[in-house]
C-alpha cells in the first residue's frame, strides 16, 4: 500500500461544512419551531447562549485568545510550567487540641493548605498548640474567625519566630474582609475607618511575609446568599478595587497591597460556567490593579482559593452533595485555581468527622492522581464555547463593576443597598424556581428518598460558654440592609423536618393514599408524580396496584385511614370518577382531603364543586401547596 505522505490526506476525505449548512439542517430538524426559544439559552447572568459555537465565533476577542499561560492578563492562568494547585482542608473546630488533631491527619493524608477557625486563639501558647507538629514551610495556612487580625498576626509572628521558621517561607491568609462583614451583619466590626486602619496595618506589618495573604475579598459570600455568577465576579472585583484604592490613597504602593489580597470564590454547579468565571476573574483584575501602576508585572496576578458551594448542598441525600462537590473541584482545577477546598458532605446537619472530611480530601487526589488535572495548563484553552463564556461573563461582570463604581465604589454601593437588592431579588428567583421546581434539587424537591429521617441526625450549635466570648463582640444592631447566607433547599428542607418534629411529639405522619383508577399508563405515571409531590414534606405514601370501581376505591381509601386522598386517572376519566369519588369520600369524612393529580382546565370548576380541594401538576407552586397542607393537618403554623 503507498503511504500518503500529506498530512491533510485524511482530513480532504471530509469536506468543510460551513455555518448556513448547519444552519438549515438545524432548522429542517426544527419543523418550524422557533429557533430562539428552543435552542438559544438565556442565562441569569443576562446574556445569551447558542447551541454550538465555531471559530469564526471567537472573532471578537483575538486577542485574549492570543495570550499564553504566566502572561498578562492571566486569563489562561497565572503560572506557566503545570497547572497545579494546593489542596484544601476546612478545620471548623475552634478548641486548638481538636482542629491541630485533624489538621495533622489531613496533611499527613494529602492536603496542602488548611483552613483554621481562629476564634480561640488568644495567645502564643493556644496558637502553639493548634500548629503543634504541623510543617510551617511548607503548608499553606488560612485562618478565619480571629476576634482580632492584629492580634493574631503578632501571635503568629510570636509562633514562626519560637519555631524557627522564617517569614519568607511561611504561606499563610487572614479572612480579614470589612466589606463581607459590613454585608452580613449591617455595620462594620469595630467601626469603617477603624476596620480600614486595622487592614492597612496588617499590610504593613505583613510585607515582609512574602506568602501571608492579610486582606480577603469573599465573592463567596455573594454565591452563597444566592447572587448570579457575574454578580458575584463584579462585586468581587469592587471590593477588590474598594481596598486597592483606600490603601493606595492612604500611602501604600498597589503592589504592596495587590499581592496581599486572596479572592475567596464559591464555585457551584454551573460546571463550563464556573470555569469560564475563574478565567474572566483573572482577566479582570489584572485589568483594574493594572491602572494602579504597579511597579511588578507579578501583582497584576488573582490569588484564588476556591471552596465548593453551600447554595446548592442539602440535608437530605446528602450523600448527593459528594457528586455536586466532585464536579465544582473540577470546574475550580480547570479554571485555574491556586487552592482548592472542598467542603464535607454532611456539614450542615453535623460536626464534619474524620469520614466526611477524608472524602473532602480525597476527591481532591482523586482528580490529581487518578485524571491528572494537575498537569495541563488551561486544559479549557481554544474550546470556542468556554472561550466564548469567558467573554461573556467578562462584558458582563464588567459592566456591572462600573455601575458600581460609578456609584462611588463597593461601600457606598453597600450603603446605598444597590448591592443588597441585586443579590436579594436574584436569589427570590432561584427560590422561587425550585419551588416551583423548574430547579431539581435532588432528593429535596425531586426523587425524595421516602424512608429518610434526618432530625436524629442534626446537631444543634451549642452556645459558646462565658470563656469562649470573644473580647470584641460585634454590635448587635444592623444599620443597613444586610445579606442573608442561605441553602436553595432550605425551605423544602423545613417542610420535612416539621413532619419528623410532628410525628417525634407523639402525632400520627400524615398519610397519602394513592387512589389508582382507570387508563393504567395515566394512573401510572399520575402515582410516581403525586408520590414525589408529597414526598418532598416526607408524608407516608400508599401506592396501589389500581382499583377496578369507584367504590372499591372508596372504602380502601377510606380504611387507609390517610389525610390525604389523590385520584391519578386520566382527564378523560376525571369527569366521571371524581364526582363520584369525592363525594363518597366526603359524605364519609369531610376533614379528608381530596386532591386531583393533574389539571383538567375544562371541569376544573365542576370537579371543586364536587369537594376536590387541590389539584397537584407540573406547574404547581410544590412549596406553597405543601406549606398549605402542613398548616391544614396542623403541623406546621
Same mark, same amino acid.
Given at each position: 500500500?503507498? =503511504?500518503?505522505?500529506?498530512?491533510?490526506?485524511?482530513?480532504? &476525505?471530509?469536506?468543510?461544512?460551513?455555518?448556513?449548512?448547519?444552519?438549515?439542517?438545524?432548522?429542517? !430538524?426544527?419543523?418550524?419551531?422557533?429557533?430562539?426559544?428552543?435552542?438559544?439559552?438565556?442565562?441569569?447572568?443576562?446574556?445569551?447562549?447558542?447551541?454550538?459555537?465555531?471559530?469564526?465565533?471567537?472573532?471578537?476577542?483575538?486577542?485574549?485568545?492570543?495570550?499564553?499561560?504566566?502572561?498578562?492578563?492571566?486569563?489562561?492562568?497565572?503560572?506557566?510550567?503545570?497547572? /497545579?494547585?494546593?489542596?484544601?482542608?476546612?478545620?471548623?473546630?475552634?478548641?486548638? $487540641?481538636?482542629?491541630?488533631?485533624?489538621?495533622?491527619?489531613?496533611? /499527613?493524608?494529602?492536603?496542602?493548605?488548611?483552613?483554621?477557625?481562629?476564634?480561640?486563639?488568644?495567645?502564643?501558647?493556644? +496558637?502553639?498548640?493548634?500548629?503543634?507538629?504541623? *510543617?510551617?514551610?511548607?503548608?499553606? +495556612?488560612? #485562618?478565619?474567625?480571629?476576634?482580632?487580625?492584629?492580634?493574631?498576626?503578632?501571635?503568629?509572628?510570636?509562633?514562626?519566630?519560637?519555631?524557627?521558621?522564617?517569614?519568607?517561607?511561611? =504561606?499563610?491568609?487572614?479572612?480579614?474582609?470589612?466589606?463581607?462583614?459590613?454585608?452580613?451583619?449591617?455595620?462594620?466590626?469595630?467601626?469603617?475607618?477603624?476596620?480600614?486602619?486595622?487592614?492597612?496595618?496588617?499590610?504593613?506589618?505583613?510585607?515582609? #511575609?512574602?506568602?501571608?495573604?492579610?486582606?480577603?475579598?469573599?465573592?463567596?459570600?455573594?454565591?452563597?446568599?444566592?447572587?448570579?455568577?457575574?454578580?458575584?465576579?463584579?462585586?468581587?472585583?469592587?471590593?477588590?478595587?474598594?481596598?486597592?484604592?483606600?490603601?493606595?490613597?492612604?500611602?501604600?504602593?498597589?503592589?504592596?497591597?495587590?499581592?496581599?489580597?486572596?479572592?475567596?470564590?464559591?464555585?457551584?454547579?454551573?460546571?463550563?460556567?464556573?470555569?469560564?468565571?475563574?478565567?474572566?476573574?483573572?482577566?479582570?483584575?489584572? =485589568?483594574?490593579?493594572?491602572?494602579?501602576?504597579?511597579?511588578?508585572?507579578?501583582?497584576?496576578?488573582?490569588?484564588?482559593?476556591?471552596?465548593?458551594?453551600?447554595?446548592?448542598?442539602?440535608?437530605?441525600?446528602?450523600?448527593?452533595?459528594?457528586?455536586?462537590?466532585?464536579?465544582?473541584?473540577?470546574?475550580?482545577?480547570?479554571?485555574?485555581?491556586?487552592?482548592?477546598?472542598?467542603?464535607?458532605?454532611?456539614?450542615?446537619?453535623?460536626?464534619?468527622?474524620?469520614?466526611? +472530611?477524608?472524602?473532602?480530601?480525597?476527591?481532591?487526589?482523586?482528580?490529581?492522581?487518578?485524571?491528572?488535572? *494537575?498537569?495541563?495548563?488551561?486544559?479549557?484553552?481554544?474550546?470556542?464555547?468556554?472561550?466564548?463564556?469567558?467573554?461573556?461573563?467578562?462584558?458582563?461582570?464588567?459592566?456591572?463593576?462600573?455601575?458600581?463604581?460609578?456609584?462611588?465604589?463597593?461601600?457606598?454601593?453597600?450603603?446605598?443597598?444597590?448591592?443588597?437588592?441585586?443579590?436579594?431579588?436574584?436569589?427570590?428567583?432561584?427560590?422561587? !424556581?425550585?419551588?416551583?421546581?423548574?430547579?431539581?434539587?435532588?432528593?429535596?424537591?425531586?426523587?425524595?428518598?421516602?424512608?429518610?429521617?434526618?432530625?436524629?441526625?442534626?446537631?444543634?450549635?451549642?452556645?459558646?460558654?462565658? &470563656?469562649?466570648?470573644?473580647? #470584641?463582640?460585634?454590635?448587635? /444592631?444592623?444599620?443597613?440592609?444586610?445579606?442573608?447566607?442561605?441553602?436553595?433547599?432550605?425551605?423544602?428542607?423545613?417542610?420535612?423536618?416539621?413532619?419528623?418534629?410532628?410525628?417525634?411529639?407523639?402525632?400520627?405522619?400524615?398519610?397519602?393514599?394513592?387512589? $389508582?383508577?382507570?387508563?393504567?399508563?395515566?394512573?401510572?405515571?399520575?402515582?410516581?408524580?403525586?408520590?414525589?409531590?408529597?414526598?418532598?414534606?416526607?408524608?407516608?405514601?400508599?401506592?396501589?396496584?389500581?382499583?377496578?370501581?369507584?367504590?372499591?376505591?372508596?372504602?380502601?381509601?377510606?380504611?387507609?385511614?390517610?389525610?390525604?386522598?389523590?385520584?391519578?386517572?386520566? *382527564? &378523560?376519566?376525571?369527569?366521571?370518577?371524581?364526582?363520584?369519588?369525592?363525594?363518597?369520600?366526603?359524605?364519609?369524612?369531610?376533614?379528608?382531603?381530596?386532591?386531583?393529580?393533574?389539571?383538567?382546565?375544562?371541569?376544573?370548576?365542576?370537579?371543586?364543586?364536587?369537594?376536590?380541594?387541590?389539584?397537584?401538576?407540573?406547574?404547581?407552586?410544590?412549596?406553597?401547596?405543601?406549606?398549605?397542607?402542613?398548616?391544614? +393537618?396542623?403541623?406546621?403554623?
Amino acid at each position: 500500500m503507498e =503511504k500518503n505522505n500529506k498530512p491533510d490526506g485524511l482530513f480532504s &476525505e471530509f469536506p468543510p461544512v460551513s455555518t448556513e449548512q448547519w444552519e438549515a439542517k438545524i432548522q429542517v !430538524d426544527l419543523k418550524g419551531a422557533d429557533y430562539e426559544k428552543k435552542l438559544i439559552w438565556k442565562t441569569s447572568e443576562g446574556f445569551k447562549v447558542k447551541p454550538y459555537y465555531r471559530s469564526e465565533d471567537t472573532e471578537g476577542f483575538k486577542e485574549m485568545l492570543s495570550t499564553v499561560p504566566g502572561e498578562f492578563p492571566f486569563t489562561r492562568g497565572t503560572v506557566s510550567e503545570s497547572n /497545579d494547585w494546593l489542596i484544601g482542608q476546612d478545620i471548623e473546630f475552634s478548641n486548638p $487540641t481538636k482542629a491541630n488533631a485533624f489538621a495533622k491527619e489531613a496533611l /499527613d493524608r494529602g492536603a496542602d493548605a488548611i483552613v483554621l477557625n481562629a476564634s480561640e486563639i488568644k495567645n502564643a501558647d493556644s +496558637l502553639k498548640e493548634m500548629l503543634k507538629g504541623l *510543617d510551617l514551610n511548607s503548608a499553606m +495556612l488560612c #485562618f478565619n474567625s480571629a476576634p482580632s487580625y492584629s492580634e493574631l498576626f503578632k501571635v503568629l509572628s510570636a509562633v514562626l519566630r519560637d519555631t524557627g521558621v522564617e517569614s519568607k517561607n511561611f =504561606k499563610g491568609s487572614f479572612d480579614f474582609d470589612p466589606l463581607s462583614y459590613f454585608l452580613i451583619n449591617g455595620h462594620f466590626y469595630t467601626g469603617e475607618n477603624e476596620d480600614m486602619i486595622e487592614g492597612f496595618e496588617l499590610l504593613k506589618k505583613a510585607k515582609e #511575609f512574602d506568602g501571608l495573604k492579610v486582606l480577603s475579598v469573599n465573592g463567596q459570600h455573594f454565591h452563597n446568599s444566592g447572587s448570579t455568577l457575574v454578580q458575584e465576579l463584579a462585586f468581587s472585583l469592587a471590593s477588590g478595587n474598594e481596598y486597592l484604592t483606600w490603601h493606595t490613597s492612604n500611602g501604600l504602593s498597589s503592589d504592596e497591597v495587590a499581592q496581599k489580597i486572596v479572592f475567596n470564590f464559591a464555585t457551584g454547579g454551573n460546571y463550563f460556567m464556573e470555569i469560564a468565571k475563574l478565567r474572566a476573574a483573572r482577566m479582570l483584575w489584572a =485589568k483594574i490593579v493594572e491602572q494602579h501602576n504597579p511597579a511588578m508585572a507579578d501583582s497584576a496576578k488573582m490569588f484564588i482559593h476556591s471552596t465548593t458551594a453551600n447554595w446548592n448542598k442539602t440535608i437530605y441525600d446528602s450523600h448527593v452533595n459528594m457528586l455536586r462537590t466532585t464536579t465544582e473541584a473540577m470546574s475550580a482545577a480547570i479554571g485555574g485555581a491556586d487552592v482548592i477546598t472542598v467542603l464535607p458532605f454532611d456539614m450542615n446537619y453535623q460536626e464534619p468527622d474524620e469520614f466526611s +472530611l477524608r472524602i473532602a480530601r480525597n476527591q481532591q487526589i482523586i482528580l490529581k492522581e487518578e485524571t491528572n488535572l *494537575d498537569k495541563v495548563i488551561d486544559p479549557s484553552a481554544g474550546s470556542y464555547y468556554i472561550e466564548n463564556l469567558t467573554a461573556s461573563i467578562a462584558d458582563a461582570a464588567w459592566k456591572l463593576f462600573m455601575q458600581v463604581e460609578g456609584m462611588g465604589g463597593m461601600l457606598q454601593a453597600i450603603k446605598s443597598g444597590f448591592v443588597q437588592s441585586q443579590i436579594i431579588e436574584e436569589a427570590s428567583k432561584k427560590k422561587n !424556581d425550585v419551588a416551583n421546581r423548574r430547579t431539581l434539587i435532588l432528593g429535596t424537591n425531586q426523587h425524595p428518598n421516602l424512608n429518610e429521617n434526618m432530625l436524629g441526625k442534626i446537631q444543634m450549635e451549642e452556645e459558646s460558654s462565658d &470563656e469562649e466570648v470573644v473580647e #470584641f463582640t460585634p454590635k448587635d /444592631d444592623a444599620m443597613f440592609k444586610t445579606l442573608e447566607l442561605s441553602r436553595a433547599s432550605d425551605e423544602f428542607e423545613d417542610l420535612r423536618l416539621a413532619t419528623e418534629i410532628w410525628e417525634s411529639e407523639g402525632n400520627k405522619r400524615p398519610a397519602v393514599f394513592l387512589l $389508582t383508577i382507570g387508563n393504567l399508563a395515566m394512573r401510572k405515571a399520575r402515582a410516581g408524580f403525586s408520590s414525589g409531590f408529597f414526598g418532598v414534606a416526607g408524608y407516608t405514601i400508599i401506592d396501589n396496584p389500581g382499583f377496578a370501581t369507584a367504590q372499591e376505591s372508596i372504602d380502601a381509601a377510606l380504611a387507609s385511614q390517610a389525610e390525604i386522598i389523590v385520584v391519578c386517572s386520566s *382527564d &378523560e376519566e376525571y369527569a366521571e370518577l371524581v364526582p363520584s369519588i369525592a363525594a363518597g369520600i366526603k359524605k364519609a369524612d369531610a376533614g379528608k382531603q381530596i386532591v386531583v393529580a393533574g389539571f383538567p382546565k375544562d371541569i376544573v370548576d365542576n370537579l371543586k364543586a364536587s369537594g376536590v380541594d387541590e389539584f397537584i401538576h407540573v406547574k404547581s407552586n410544590a412549596l406553597d401547596t405543601m406549606y398549605k397542607f402542613q398548616q391544614k +393537618l396542623g403541623v406546621m403554623l
